[in-house]
């Protein structure tokens, strides 16, 4: 691993956790009709929970309530995905440019294989910047979710110290992007980390959020939005 790597995961380990949110305001009206791009793996397509429990889905749900105008989010995200074959998906379906709101969540696939963080340093940063291209280069219209931790499930808990390790490392890497891309945080990781502790934030898989879980996300990333 090359210096610039070890600095930036010494460094920002640190910063990434002893920080709250990075809560950049996302800025809607709520007289524009607004399309929803959710990019991301089996967090982002809802393994395990009905449709409307999804993340994507709740927020939208929840925008509505509010009185924005949001289309049902159109998701390119699939379960098992790792950075590379989400950015070779958004190349294969070209969504388009023309987003109101984009939301990224990628990476624990390239942790659970062991794949080099080198790689996920690299094409995180393209996805981040192939989000705010998709929002018409509107960097307020894009906000990127933290890796949860699948240490505190029932699948993951023999490994849990491990991947928590792991995954600091990932999050601290994805959170030094939306900082450096000055486009919304959010840091749900601690959110995920109930899973033992309360049962039912997790999917009856052992392994993926419930709805109950996915929903105390949403109502995170809500904060943001006036």
Request: glycine letters at 8%; hydrophobic letters at 40%; aromatic letters at 10%.
């Amino acid at each position: 691993m090359d210096l610039r790597v070890v600095r930036l995961i010494g460094v920002l380990v640190f910063f990434c956790f002893n920080q709250s949110n990075l809560m950049a305001q996302i800025v809607l009206s709520k007289s524009e009709n607004v399309k929803f791009l959710a990019l991301g793996d089996s967090y982002t397509i809802g393994e395990s929970v009905a449709e409307a429990d999804r993340w994507p889905e709740q927020l939208s749900a929840g925008l509505r309530s509010r009185g924005f105008q949001i289309e049902k989010p159109k998701i390119i995200a699939t379960t098992g995905w790792r950075t590379d074959q989400l950015k070779q998906a958004i190349i294969d379906r070209n969504p388009g440019k023309d987003f109101g709101l984009v939301s990224l969540l990628i990476g624990v696939n390239n942790q659970y294989q062991k794949k080099p963080i080198e790689i996920y340093i690299k094409e995180f940063e393209e996805l981040l910047k192939t989000a705010i291209q998709s929002a018409n280069g509107r960097k307020e219209r894009v906000l990127v979710v933290s890796i949860p931790d699948y240490g505190y499930t029932p699948f993951g808990e023999s490994r849990l110290p491990d991947v928590s390790r792991e995954l600091d490392q990932y999050n601290a890497i994805n959170r030094d992007f939306a900082l450096k891309f000055g486009v919304a945080y959010f840091n749900i990781t601690e959110i995920s980390r109930r899973g033992l502790a309360e049962p039912e934030l997790v999917a009856g898989d052992k392994l993926h959020p419930s709805g109950r879980m996915y929903a105390l996300w949403v109502a995170e990333i809500l904060k943001s939005f006036q």
